[in-house]
């Protein structure tokens, strides 16, 4: 990996009418238009690095994406993907002045400091555990009634619609796990046992011992926050696994990012310029994006009103909000295990939550927080937090894609999935509503099932039954 305790990354966005080269890297540019302030280089200047942040697609292959996400959405504005750069600032130069100095200069567009990047946390779980009791398999109000959906055809996976796990590792050889990896995968490199504990939420195979993921036969995929180059790269992995997808397949974000510092408060990572436009990217596509809303606090496990986050002066991510920026992807809070569900005290709430799922005393692969360093038989019925919320709610989407394709040969669109899960109509409120717990609801299979596929399908085909 690279040391990244030498330098601070940097993302750089070049204004439009900039001459950019493309693919090649790019040091030269930003040196002769003087881009990089010259009072902050000098003795420092040989070690900074200037690089593309898009690197697992070409420009023309990424070019070729824009251009269809285009013509499936007409209200989709891309932006100039090939504007993005990293600067690897060293830790002798001071990473906020320099990034103010950035900020000043006529060409940038934007720029901002990449912080922690991790899976959001959870807490100890036990080695070989032999109950089974997976509550949130089974009907509402307690669960998301996965068990129903298994009696109709797809509701195990069982079909074509693809599903990718985005975070930083996983134990690929779990006994309960049947996970693929890609060509753009990148490297299994941290937090391994965590990457196992959402997998076998989705999709971990049935077993009288082990218990079941939610889609047991679902065809699941990996890819690596962590880039071949041995980068942490958010924005090019979700790029990268946008190569292998199709419209109505799934793609989960697990991981959660840090405010500007000195800021200790966690969110969810489409506040970074460059995530978020990529997000945006993969639900013109026609991909549903699942997206953790993040754990609160790095040291005090509190929560945030993500109506409160503000950025450059906007609050982006309250609906209320004119400077709100809706990237499209379907974002997860937690919630209690018990009924009436409540939010759980560290994780992040907001109008911008879609919906809910339990944020404890899940039963799952892996023994994450604590290694069990590679062990292909650890269980643990501990699994909590935003973490395991979204992973519920992705294989909600993966259960009610795969019928919709298996029954209806059709696939619901983002904006389609996100309206089912999200409504009242089909899910479980929060103990104290919308208004109040500020976390949505928790989806309904049976309803989504008997009702709103049902619905959606009628008016595809101008059935009235």
């Known amino acids: 990996m690279k040391d990244s305790t030498l330098f601070v990354p940097i993302v750089v966005k070049l204004q439009k009418d900039l001459p950019l080269p493309g693919d090649s890297q790019s040091e030269g540019l930003f040196f002769q238009t003087e881009i990089i302030p ?49 600067i690897d600032c060293p830790i002798e130069i001071n990473a906020t002045i320099f990034l103010e100095n950035l900020l000043a200069h006529e060409n940038v567009e934007l720029a901002y400091i990449v912080n922690d990047s991790m899976p959001p946390q959870v807490v100890n779980g036990d080695p070989k555990v032999l109950d089974t009791l997976q509550g949130y398999l089974g009907p509402a109000p307690g669960g998301v009634d996965a068990e129903y959906a298994w009696k109709s055809k797809g509701g195990n996976g ?14 690929l050889d779990h006994e309960s796990i049947r996970v693929d990896i890609l060509p753009c995968t990148g490297l299994n490199y941290a937090f391994h046992d965590h990457g196992a504990g959402v997998l076998g939420i989705i999709m971990m195979k049935k077993n009288k011992s ?14 690596s926050q962590w880039r071949p180059a041995g980068y942490l790269n958010n924005a090019d992995a979700i790029m990268a696994a946008l190569d292998h997808v199709s419209y109505g397949d799934i793609i989960l ?34 991909v549903i994006v699942i997206e953790a809303a993040a754990n609160g606090s790095v040291y005090f496990n509190l929560s945030s009103d993500l109506d409160q986050f503000i950025l450059n002066g906007k609050t982006i991510l309250n609906r209320s909000d004119a400077g709100f920026k809706d990237s499209g992807a379907i974002m997860v809070a937690g919630a209690t295990a018990s009924i009436p569900h409540t939010r759980i005290y560290n994780s992040n709430y907001g109008s911008r939550i879609d919906c809910y799922a339990w944020g404890e005393g899940v039963y799952t692969a892996g023994n994450s927080p604590k290694s069990s360093n590679g062990a292909i038989d650890f269980y643990t019925r501990e699994f909590c937090g935003t973490s395991s919320a979204a992973a519920i709610i992705a294989g909600v989407a993966i259960s009610a894609q795969s019928i919709m394709e298996a029954n209806y040969n059709l696939r619901l669109s983002p904006a389609e999935m996100r309206e089912i899960l999200s409504s009242e109509l089909y899910g479980t409120p929060s103990a104290n509503g919308r208004s109040i717990d500020k976390i949505g609801v928790m989806p309904d299979l049976k309803k989504i099932i008997d009702k709103a596929l049902v619905d959606i399908v009628g008016e595809s085909t101008g059935s009235d039954e």
């Open 253 to 286: 974000l697990q991981a959660q990012v840090r405010g500007l510092s000195p800021s200790k408060k966690l969110w969810p990572i489409e506040i970074h310029d460059a995530t978020f436009d990529v997000i945006r990217l993969a639900t013109a596509l026609g």
């Open 38 to 86: 010259r009072i902050q280089l000098q003795e420092a200047a040989a070690r900074i690095k200037i690089r593309n942040l898009f690197t697992s697609l070409t420009f023309s292959e990424i070019n070729d994406l824009v251009k269809r996400a285009k013509s499936l959405d007409s209200r989709y504005e891309p932006p100039n993907f090939s504007a993005y750069y990293v």
């Open 158 to 171: 069982e079909r074509t619609v693809k599903f990718i796990d985005i975070e930083q590792g996983w134990i």
């Open 210 to 223: 082990r218990g079941s993921g939610i889609t047991p036969e679902a065809k699941g995929y990996v890819v």
